[in-house]
Structures are given as structure tokens and as C-alpha cells.
């Protein structure tokens, strides 16, 4: 039987990695008085929902990354509203976020007052562990 000789492609393809992020809480780590951090699944929930939430050109030098969703909940809330939101944040998602696979996208109104619950069924790329976040969004008042 011969060996494969694998290359450092084969080794970067579909592996997981380590993932540290700063805490949104902007919490104080009370052992090294720096600013907490998040881990792992909990620094990927944390990204998931914020670009979600990041309109485009929001970001510094980088103005085409974010989702349209601020700007379509101010449309009527409808079926078609939640459809179009449902496929804008499938589409960030997507183009933005390599370290996931996705795997399914719900939006539900929630309410009368154009709020919608919206839940990211995802894998991590490399970890056969499938995960969620769920979140809110509702217009700005």
C-alpha cells in the first residue's frame, strides 16, 4: 500500500482552528486586567451576530462588508420582508464568514412591533458538531 504524501494544502483544507476574539461586553479579565476575551464557538456566535448586525460601510476601510437588515426593518413587516431578510443574512454569511458552513437560516416575526427572531444553524468547518445562535432584531428607536 502506498502513502500519500500530503502537502501543506491538504493540511489547511477543511481543518479547524483555534479562535480568540475581544468580548463585546468589553468585560475586564480580573487575573491579567485586560480586556476579556471569547473562544472557539462563543468568538464565532459573537462574529455570526455581528455581521449580521454591521450595516455596509460601517466598517473602516472595508466598506462593503455587513447585511442589509437595519435598512429592511423599516420595510412593512410581511412575509416577504422576513424572506428577504432570511436571504441577506444566508448571502453575508456566505460571502463573509469562512469559518462556517451553514446550514439553515429562520426568521420569524415575533410580536407587533417589527421585531423578528432569527435563528443560524451552522457548522464550524473541520468540527462535525452542528450549532446555533439565535438573536433577536428589531428596529431602532
Sequence with gaps: MALKRLSSADLASNKSRSFKDIGMAF???PFTNDVS???NDN?????????VMTSPGEIPFNKNVG????????EPLDGFTADTI?????NTI?????????????VVPYGENSKLAVTI???VVGIPIVEEVKFVLQRPE
Excluded: P
Excluded at 44 to 49: D, N, S, V
Excluded at 86 to 90: F, G, L, R, T
Design 37 to 39: 476575551i471569547v473562544k
Design 43 to 51: 468568538s464565532i456566535r459573537q462574529a455570526l451576530r455581528n455581521l
Design 67 to 74: 447585511c442589509q437588515v437595519m435598512q429592511l426593518l423599516f
Design 94 to 106: 456566505n460571502q463573509y464568514e469562512k469559518r462556517v458552513q451553514l446550514r439553515s437560516v429562520q
Design 86 to 90: 432570511k436571504d441577506e443574512i444566508i
Design 121 to 123: 444553524v451552522y457548522q
Design 27 to 29: 468585560g475586564r479579565n
